[in-house]
C-alpha cells in the first residue's frame, strides 16, 4: 500500500487539522515534538505522511501530486488557483474577505470611481472588482500591513481578511463591501482522486460525520 500524503498549512491551521483528524483516529505522534527539525512526519501503520508548508505552497504541492491531500485557507485556494478539488470545507478559520476603509471611500466604491485598491490577495481582489463589480481599479500588491495604505494615501481602500475587525477600528477603517466567507478547506491531487478514491473517501466520510 502506498502512503497518502497530507500538505497542512503551517501554524494555528496544522494544529487545528491534527486536532480534527485525531477525532476520526489519524495521528502522528511525531509531530508532537516540538523541538524536531523533521521536515515529513509519517504514521507507519496508516500509512501516512504529513508535512507542514507555507499557506500558498500548499495547493501547489497538491496539484503537482507531491500531496495527495492539503488543508489550508480558502482565501489561499482563491489566490492561487491552482488544478485540485476542494472536496471539503472544515469549519474552523472562518473569517472574510472584504473590502475595506474609511467611510469616505464609501462613495467612490458606489460610484465606480477609478481607485487604487491595495492587497496582499491581488487575483481576489481583481476578480472582485473587475468580475464582479465591473469597476476599473489600479491593484498595488502590498506584503506587510495592509490596513497602512490608506492611511498614508497610497490607496483608497484595501482588500484583506477580517476577523474580529478590531485592527481596522484602531486605525479609523471599516468594512465597506464583503467580497466572500472563508474557511479551512479540504483539497485533494486529482489524480489521487481517481488512484485512491476508496482510501480519500473513507476519510471524507469519517470527517463529515465528525462535523
Known amino acids: 500500500m502506498r502512503y497518502l500524503t497530507f500538505a497542512l498549512g503551517k501554524g494555528r491551521l496544522a494544529k487545528k487539522t491534527m486536532e480534527l483528524f485525531a477525532q476520526i483516529g489519524i495521528?502522528?505522534?511525531?509531530?508532537?515534538?516540538?523541538?524536531?527539525?523533521?521536515?515529513?512526519?509519517?504514521?507507519?501503520?496508516l500509512k501516512l505522511k504529513f508535512f507542514l508548508a507555507k499557506a500558498p505552497d500548499v495547493p501547489t504541492y497538491v496539484e503537482y501530486g507531491a500531496a495527495d491531500i492539503g488543508v489550508v485557507g480558502k482565501d489561499t485556494i482563491l489566490e492561487e488557483g491552482?488544478?485540485?478539488y476542494e472536496v471539503l470545507d472544515l469549519g474552523y478559520g472562518k473569517c472574510k474577505m472584504c473590502v475595506c476603509g474609511p467611510e469616505s471611500a464609501r462613495e467612490l466604491l458606489k460610484h465606480q470611481e477609478l481607485i487604487r485598491v491595495a492587497t496582499k490577495y491581488p487575483h481576489i481582489a481583481k476578480d472582485y472588482f473587475y468580475n464582479q463589480k465591473h469597476q476599473t481599479v489600479e491593484i498595488i500588491k502590498l506584503n506587510g500591513s495592509i490596513e497602512l495604505a490608506p492611511i498614508v494615501g497610497l490607496s483608497e481602500v484595501?482588500?484583506?481578511i477580517v476577523e474580529t475587525g478590531s485592527t481596522l477600528k484602531e486605525n479609523g477603517l471599516k468594512v465597506l463591501e464583503e467580497v466572500c466567507p472563508l474557511s479551512a478547506r479540504m483539497v485533494v491531487n486529482q489524480v489521487s482522486m481517481k488512484m485512491e478514491n476508496e482510501r480519500i473517501?473513507?476519510?471524507?466520510?469519517?470527517?463529515?460525520?465528525?462535523?
Open 201 to 211: 473517501g473513507k476519510i471524507m466520510s469519517r470527517l463529515k460525520e465528525v462535523l
Open 27 to 45: 495521528t502522528c505522534e511525531e509531530m508532537q515534538d516540538a523541538q524536531t527539525r523533521k521536515l515529513i512526519f509519517v504514521n507507519e501503520e
Open 158 to 160: 484595501i482588500v484583506d
Open 82 to 84: 491552482r488544478r485540485m
